[in-house]
T-cell receptor, first 113, second 110 residues
Framework: GAVVSQHPSRVICKSGTSVKIECRSLDFQATTMFWYRQFPKKSLMLMATSNEGSKATYEQGVEKDKFLINHASLTLSTLTVTSAHPEDSSFYIC?????????FGNGTRLTVT | DAKTTQPPSMDCAEGRAANLPCNHSTISGNEYVYWYRQIHSQGPQYIIHGLKNNETNEMASLIITEDRKSSTLILPHATLRDTAVYYCIGDLAGNTPLVFGKGTRLSVIA
């Protein structure tokens, strides 16, 4: 079945550095992908919509200059957390729709020290 | 998207049926009822969806009331691996993202 692959699954970085997270649709094309963030014991919160070949759209309160999204092909979207700070530590999840259902990556746990 | 209401938590004995309710009284006529679950530290997983009729697949059954204001997800023989947060979501099946509520934390107990 359709799979969304997310990499890395876990990353620890120092405050002030940038981290790139990749999301790939493995056997289907996704013109749109979605990025979520999840804090401990909370639900998934939509951050942004990644559109192939055009700019991403961000939810209210999400800084577009801090969370850079690139959707350069029909199977790859990347989220770069720039100048990361401890408050950016979270679980980041991507998703894409194929036919009538969404597929999700297994998430990236980011810890900023 | 319809607002959904689910109990925050439920327990179920291993091997028994788990019945997870969801209220979606504001669901529109063309909105599907979707169920996803999230096992700890993983991405959400699709379970089942339906519009009007009851549905069954290898994972679960979905019972939707005739007025479509509520539904029940049934895991017929719950196992410890079914312990997860279960989300009931109204979705138009278009290109809009899923909006997650708080879901129901199901604990399957040995």
């Amino acid at each position: 079945g359709a799979v969304v692959s997310q990499h890395p699954s876990r990353v620890i970085c120092k405050s002030g550095t940038s981290v790139k997270i990749e999301c790939r649709s493995l056997d289907f094309q996704a013109t749109t992908m979605f990025w979520y963030r999840q804090f401990p014991k909370k639900s998934l919160m939509l951050m942004a919509t990644s559109n192939e070949g055009s700019k991403a759209t961000y939810e209210q309160g999400v800084e577009k200059d801090k969370f850079l999204i690139n959707h350069a092909s029909l199977t790859l979207s990347t989220l770069t957390v720039t100048s990361a700070h401890p408050e950016d530590s979270s679980f980041y999840i991507c998703s894409a729709r194929e036919l009538k259902r969404f597929h999700f990556g297994n998430g990236t746990r980011l810890t900023v020290t | 998207d319809a607002k959904t209401t689910q109990p925050p938590s439920m327990d179920c004995a291993e091997g028994r049926a788990a019945n997870l309710p969801c209220n979606h009284s504001t669901i529109s006529g063309n909105e599907y009822v979707y169920w996803y679950r999230q096992i700890h530290s993983q991405g959400p997983q699709y379970i089942i969806h339906g519009l009007k009729n009851n549905e069954t697949n290898e994972m679960a059954s979905l019972i939707i009331t005739e007025d479509r204001k509520s539904s029940t997800l049934i895991l017929p023989h719950a196992t410890l691996r079914d312990t997860a947060v279960y989300y009931c979501i109204g979705d138009l099946a278009g290109n809009t993202p899923l909006v997650f509520g708080k879901g129901t934390r199901l604990s399957v107990i040995a």
